[in-house]
Every structure is written in structure tokens, then in C-alpha cells.
């Protein structure tokens, strides 16, 4: 039998498939070289449109003008209405000299506590620097940590049917323990601390743990509050057990109440309140150019190392 690396020739057949390999992988190098720098132009350019669309309204900010910035959906970090958000826009807003107040436009059934405690303190905090009004104008939904915000404005508006209040705080979860007895499955989990595990709803609560969680619920449920009561202590009619219970009631009620003060929307606040009738949006908004660039680095090196050849695999 012949051995192939004996026959004539075979050295240079050799150098030559390490050449052409080498020569491929050079292409292939300079292909995605091209690529990178074509999806970075694209990228750019979809950014630089997108922030001129943003920072470009049909009326002038120098003008007068009612600020408006958007609180919807849920608050929380990494979210559109996340204190970061809301916050740089409100500071935006009041800062420019053409805006005579500012109208927070809610529509949120709630979220984190500390995302709205951060927007309730700087809402006072701005109302002080700058001598300007702040409303809140509520469209469906005003519960939970969005009073938390609406609570430190001057006057919270509201349609007749809006959804107003739910100043309570909740922890949720699952508990799976008795199902997995039924089905024979057994729960290893370690843990260094003995309470460590006690959030794990394969694992049983004991009545300790459960009083613990209760006590921060409570203390929580106090700040809220307080807050509440800070921001309008003078207007609330009713300070039952029910005012602070986690009920919400109708924008009707609400203003019955004195949880909200008068019906309206946001055209007639900037109409017949701000006095000043042309309203400029301030909201800031993750756009799809922001997203692209958070994941793109990520997702593009994936597809890269996928379809690079490898280094060392057998020539053919």
C-alpha cells in the first residue's frame, strides 16, 4: 500500500492548500472588516435621525409653552417611565425658560416603590428651584406608585372614569411545595445563612420569615403614606381605613375624595390652567436606535465568531 506523503509532488500540494486556506481566511477577514464598518455607518446615521426627529418639535421651546412629559406603563428601572427617564425629562422641561409649567401625563397602573419615592422627592425639589407649577392630568390609570408620583404635584387631574389610588404595597409569588409531595419531587436547595432561601417557592415559609417580609411590607406601606399625606394632607377629606387600604376608586370618587382635585385633561390644563395652549412633549424615550446600539455589539459578535473559519480544523 502507497503512502500519499512519499508520492512526487506531495510537498508542494501541501504549501499550496496551506496557501489557498490562508488566502480564504484573509478574504473572509476583510469581508467582515468591510461589514463591521457598513453596520456601524448605518447604525450612526439611525441614531443621528432618530435624535433629530426627537429634538426637532413644530413649536418653538423659546415660546410659551406647557412642558409635558409621558409616565406610562410600568415604573420601574430600565422601563420608559424608570425615575432616570422621568426625572433628566422633568429637569429638561423646567429648565427651559419658554415652559410655564409642567403636566405629568399618567397612565400607569404602578410599579417599584423606590423608582417612584426618587421621582416624588425631585418633583418637590424642582417645584422649589425653579417657581414652577407641576401637574399630574391622569388618563385611565393612576394606582399604586403612580399616585406615589401624582401625590407631590400641585393638582392631579382626572377623567370621571379614571382609575385613582391603590396606596398599598405588595410582595407576590408562588409556592409549589405541596404540589411537588404530590409528584414524589424533592427540593435540594444549600444555602449559607438560614434565611437566605426563604423568597424560594420551592421551599416552605416558615412564620417567622413570613412576619419578616410583612414588617418591610408595612414600613413600606407607612413611607407611601406619608407621601400621600405630605402632598395633601389639607385636601383629603377622608382618612378612613379605606383611604389607605390598596382600594382605588373612579376619577369621580377620587375627587370627591380630595385624592385628586378637578376633572380635566391635558388640553384643558395647558388651556385653562397653564394658560399656555401649545404643549412640547420632553419625554425621554428609548428609541430603536438606543436599542440597536445596546445589543448590536453583542448579537454581531455571536454571528461573527459563528461564521469565522476555525483556526487549525483540517485542510481538504
Keep these: 500500500m502507497s503512502d500519499s506523503s512519499h508520492e512526487p509532488g506531495w510537498e508542494r500540494a501541501t504549501l499550496e492548500k496551506l496557501a ?8 473572509s477577514i476583510r469581508r467582515w472588516k468591510t461589514f463591521f464598518r457598513l453596520a456601524w455607518l448605518v447604525l450612526m446615521a439611525s441614531i443621528a435621525f432618530a435624535t433629530l426627529r426627537q429634538t426637532v418639535p ?14 406610562k406603563g410600568e415604573i420601574a428601572a430600565g422601563a420608559d417611565a424608570s425615575a432616570e427617564f422621568v426625572v433628566a425629562a422633568m429637569r429638561s422641561a423646567l429648565e427651559n425658560d419658554g415652559s410655564q409649567a409642567l403636566v405629568l401625563l399618567i397612565n400607569s397602573p404602578g410599579g417599584s416603590p423606590v423608582q417612584a419615592g426618587i421621582i416624588n422627592d425631585e418633583i418637590r425639589r424642582l417645584k422649589a428651584k425653579h417657581n414652577k407649577p407641576i401637574y399630574a392630568v391622569v388618563e385611565e390609570t393612576c394606582a399604586s406608585a403612580a399616585y406615589y408620583i401624582a401625590a407631590a404635584t400641585d393638582d392631579i387631574y382626572v377623567d370621571k372614569a379614571s382609575i385613582v389610588g391603590s396606596i398599598g404595597v405588595l410582595m407576590d409569588g408562588f409556592g409549589f411545595t405541596g404540589t411537588m409531595e404530590k409528584l414524589g419531587v424533592e427540593r435540594r436547595l444549600l444555602t449559607a445563612g438560614e434565611n437566605k432561601g426563604f423568597l424560594d417557592p420551592y421551599s416552605p415559609q416558615t412564620d417567622k420569615q413570613r412576619a419578616y417580609a410583612q414588617t418591610m411590607l408595612d414600613q413600606i406601606h407607612q413611607q407611601f403614606i406619608a407621601a400621600v399625606k405630605a402632598g395633601r394632607a389639607e385636601r383629603i377629606k377622608s382618612t378612613s381605613s379605606d383611604t389607605f387600604s390598596g382600594l382605588f376608586w373612579t376619577g369621580q370618587q377620587a375627587v370627591e375624595m ?16 397653564v394658560k399656555a395652549e401649545d404643549i412640547i412633549d420632553y419625554t425621554r424615550r428609548e428609541n430603536v436606535a438606543e436599542r440597536l446600539a445596546k445589543r448590536f455589539g453583542t448579537a454581531l459578535g455571536v454571528g461573527i465568531m459563528k461564521s469565522l473559519p476555525v483556526v487549525g480544523a483540517p485542510l481538504r
Design 58 to 71: 413644530g413649536i418653538s421651546k423659546s415660546a410659551p409653552h406647557t412642558a409635558m412629559v409621558d409616565i
Design 20 to 27: 489557498f486556506a490562508t488566502l480564504n481566511e484573509q478574504r
Design 258 to 273: 380630595g385624592l385628586a382635585d378637578k376633572l380635566g385633561n391635558l388640553d384643558y390644563v395647558a388651556r385653562e390652567v
